[in-house]
């Protein structure tokens, strides 16, 4: 009898009606933010992927704060696989709740001070 393989556990995340402006324009307000969300929505093109591959050069203690702001704005959606996170940009419950904002996200330009080294193009 096979396994049973139990669907991953998904972090709290606010649903879009308790999406609040003030609270996403505050967890954007920050470039490291911003970086983050612009590279699940740019190079990873909207798909899942580990936190580890976002590529900002900081602490990992530092990334993992703003992984969560960004999950408690509503922007990301995270869920655990075995110890790692997947994140992903909840594109459509943002774009229902604030038409347009991904779009400013995904034209701005990410300065390369923020990359790792062997991400700058």
Do not use: N
Not at 2 to 8: F, G, L, Q
Not at 81 to 87: D, Q
Not at 108 to 120: G, I, K, N, S, T
Request: aromatic residues 4%.
């Amino acid at each position: 009898m096979p396994e049973r393989v139990d669907a991953p556990e998904r972090l709290p995340q606010p649903s879009p009606a308790e999406m609040d402006l003030p609270v996403v324009l505050d967890a954007l307000s920050d470039p490291i933010r911003l970086a983050i969300l612009h590279r699940y929505l740019v190079d990873a093109a909207g798909g899942e992927r580990s936190c580890g591959w976002v590529g900002v050069d900081r602490p990992k203690s530092t990334l993992t704060h703003h992984f969560r702001v960004l999950r408690e704005a509503g922007l990301l959606e995270q869920h655990l696989e075995g110890l790692t996170r997947i994140s992903r940009v909840r594109v459509e419950d943002v774009q229902q709740r604030f038409p347009g904002l991904l779009d400013l996200v995904m034209a701005w330009q990410v300065p390369a001070a923020l990359m790792r080294a062997d991400l700058v193009a």
